[in-house]
């Protein structure tokens, strides 16, 4: 016996028409594990790629924002120097600023990721 371990499963979806869960299959099985037999993706692989699709694309804009907010407490500093504030008034500024902006960017992800799986739900319910 190899010393490969294998996840198994079961399907969260119940077969059609059994109440059960579905059969039992290797989880990392390879891209066919969940295809149906004739090769095509199934609609419950299709709803979960969308989900997946729309919310690492969210995923890459937060993370965007997170680094705009970093770059800008960085550059806060010399901007200060700049303008004639002063280091106590960047300090304050660069005390009190970010935190507030954090929690935002956190409320609004959060926010928008549910509303991507309910909009996707909302469509595979609809039959869209």
Partial sequence: MSGRRVTVTRNPVP???TGAAGPLRPLGAGPDADAEPDGWA???ELHLRSIVAGQLSLAGRTLAAAAG???GA????????YAGIGAPGVW??????????WALLAVTHLR?????ERESVRTSRDGG
């Fill in 92 to 101: 304050l500024v660069l005390c009190l600023a970010p935190p507030p902006l």
């Fill in 42 to 44: 199934g609609p419950g």
């Fill in 74 to 81: 960085a550059v806060l500093p010399s901007l200060g120097e």
């Fill in 15 to 17: 077969a059609a028409g």
């Fill in 112 to 116: 928008r990721a549910e509303r991507i």
């Fill in 69 to 71: 907010i970093l770059v």
